[in-house]
C-alpha cells in the first residue's frame, strides 16, 4: 500500500480513503438491455434469493449479494458482472443507435458490450484489442450479451488503421487503455506488488499513443472518452495535457451522478492546463467503489 502515500495531498480524509482500499469490493451487475429489461432481472433474482439494491446514480447498476457471474440472469446473458465505476467511460460517451464507434482496448469486453446496449445494437463498434490472448473473453463476452454490431480486430492501437472499414472517420472513440491499475486494489490485492514509477512513467507514454490516434480517427465534433482505473496524474491529466497540445480537441463537461472530484491542474511542480478540472477522478471512500478516472473530449476546437 505505500505507493498510495503518494496520493495524500490531493486527497481528501486521507485515512477514509486507506481503509476503503482495504475493503473487498461489493458485488455489481449491470443490466443488459438487449436481452432483458431491469424489471426482469430483478424478478429472476427475487425468486433466485439474491438480494439486489439499485445504485442511486443509475437504476441499471445493480448490488448483488452474490457471485456476479452465478446467478441465472448472468448465466442467461441478462447481466454482466461489471466494476460499477468500469460503467462510467461508455455512460460518458453515450453512443447513439446507428453510430460508428471505436473501442481502442476492448478486451475483455464490459465496456465494449457496454456501448452495444447503450447503441441498441445497431450500428458498428469497431473493438480492438492489441493482445491477441485476450481477444477470445471478448468474443465470449458478446456472444453471451447478444451484442452483434460488433466488429473484433487486434492492432496496435496507436497506428489503428481505418482502411479495412472504408471510412473516413469513426463517429466517437472510447479509450479505456491499459494502466498501473492503483484503482483496482479492492478487487485484486495484488495490484501494487509490482509497482513502480518507472512503469507508471512507460504506460504514460503508450497511453499518449493511443489516446492521440483516436482523436486523429474521430470526425471533427465527436466525442472521444479516456478513462484509467488507476491514481497517477502522471497517467490521467498529464496524458490530456500533453495531447490537449499536440492534437485539435477540447475538454467538455459530463454528467455522471457518482461523486468525483476534479481533474488537478498541478503536480509534483508540473502545471496542466485549467480545462482538465472538467476531468473527473472518483475514489473508493466516496461510492464504495474502486478508482477511477474519466475525461470526455470533443474533437475540433
Known sequence: MDALERYEPIIDDFEAFRAACERPLPSVVRVNEIKATREQV??????EGVEWESRDWNENVLKIDSSPGNTWPSFHGWTHGQEEVSSISAFALDPEPGERVLDSCAAPGSKTTQLGAL???DGLIVANDSNLGRLSALRFNTERLGVTCVAVTNQDARNFSLK????EAF???LVDVPCSCEG???KNPTALDDWSLD??????????????RAIQATKEGGSVVYSTCTFAPEENEAVLDHVLKREDCRLVEYDIGLQSEPGLTEWQGDEFDESI????RFYPH???TGGFFCAKLEVGA
Open 171 to 173: 463517429d466517437s472513440a
Open 119 to 121: 447503441m441498441d445494437d
Open 286 to 288: 466516496h461510492n464504495d
Open 277 to 280: 478540472r472538467k476531468a473527473k
Open 164 to 167: 479495412p472499414f472504408g471510412i
Open 184 to 186: 483496482t486494489i479492492r
Open 199 to 212: 512503469h507508471i512513467e512507460g504506460v504514460a507514454g503508450v497511453q499518449k499513443g493511443i489516446l492521440r
Open 42 to 47: 430483478t424478478e429472476a433474482f427475487d425468486a
